[in-house]
């Protein structure tokens, strides 16, 4: 019964809960934000846009239907017991990056000041090594844990606020983000190493190394931008690296027709992406292949494209409920 009711409450996170009046995770991370580069046209358009700042490399606006909002602008998951109503980096900073665009768009005071609020919010969680922490525990995880893929999107929302104010602790939060990215997990950073190629990564869960395939490819679009706007000599080196290491790493991330959320080392059960996701890393791999162009990026694109029926859907669905209910 323990097994079914699991089962029964995972299916509903995957269906129906995505759509509840009642905020949530789910709801807001099953928020697509599409990819707004995806050619050389919409690269030169990113590029001529920079004033005051472009609007970022994926349409962040979807996540302003979010409903439970802090007053400093900083959107709550809601993640049930035993974590409670908490701040997600990650999700703060994809937020904020939609009240970035919002305020492009409108030109308004107002709209500027709740995306300089939000940053600022965020901008005073910043520890001195650079970190953006996470103040609950998440599995093996501890309260004041990191992520490489929070500080690379944070990365993104200060340089924006950089732009907007040429206030420079902005660029220096930025910079000071990407400090620990060439440091071993075992040291403390985000460097950890991909064991069937021997090629470096940067961790999402540095306390898991659990190896998700979407943090990581998350991870080069901060790097970039860091690399494009401030001509960031460590960024750019860092960026390379991650571009090498992608390369050998996402032909691995894909099992039986349809990719994988990440590869944790001892487990045998392959663990699939929903639909969501994969359209998701979809989305990442459209942009990558722009601002990377690599040959070997641009065929990952069209083979993942190319795994999207309605068919690979369902039964991606019906896996990824098998696989929760079985691991966590």
């Not at 030109?107 to 965020?122: I, N, P, Q, V």
Request: net charge negative.
């Amino acid at each position: 019964m323990k097994a079914i009711r699991r089962f029964a409450k995972i299916a509903y996170a995957y269906t129906l809960g995505r759509t509840s009046a009642q905020p949530s995770t789910a709801d807001f991370w099953y928020r697509q934000a599409y990819a707004r580069v995806t050619d050389e046209a919409s690269l030169a358009r990113y590029r001529a846009g920079g004033s005051p700042w472009p609007e970022y490399l994926f349409d962040q606006t979807v996540k302003l239907g979010y409903r439970m909002v802090g007053e400093d602008g900083v959107p709550i998951l809601c993640y049930g017991p035993p974590i409670g109503d908490q701040v997600n980096p990650e999700a703060a900073f994809q937020y904020i990056l939609g009240l970035a665009d919002q305020a492009r768009t409108t030109g308004s005071e107002a709209d500027r000041a709740r995306f300089l609020t939000a940053t600022d919010a965020m901008l005073a969680t910043q520890t001195p090594e650079g970190g953006y922490p996470y103040h609950f525990d998440y599995f093996d995880c501890k309260s004041g844990w990191t992520s490489a893929l929070a500080q690379a999107r944070g990365v993104s929302v200060m340089l924006r606020a950089w732009k907007a104010t040429g206030d420079d602790k902005y660029l220096d939060s930025a910079q000071r983000a990407i400090a620990l990215f060439d440091v071993p997990v075992s040291e403390g950073g985000y460097l950890a190493i991909f064991e069937p190629e021997q090629c470096p990564f940067f961790e999402e869960y540095p306390e898991m190394n659990s190896v998700v395939m979407n943090g990581f490819l998350s991870t080069a679009f901060g790097l970039w931008e860091l690399a494009e706007w401030a001509n960031d000599e460590k960024a750019a080196r860092l960026l390379e690296l991650a571009l090498d290491s992608l390369e050998k790493m996402l032909p691995h991330f894909v099992h039986d027709g349809w990719t994988v959320y990440d590869l944790r080392p001892g487990e045998t059960r392959p663990n699939p992406h929903s639909a969501f996701y994969h359209v998701m890393v979809v989305e990442y791999m459209k942009v990558l292949s722009v601002i990377a162009p690599r040959p070997a990026f641009s065929k990952i694109l069209a083979e993942w494209q190319a795994m999207d029926t309605r068919a690979n859907r369902i039964k991606a669905t019906f896996r990824k409920i098998l696989f929760k209910v079985a691991v966590r």
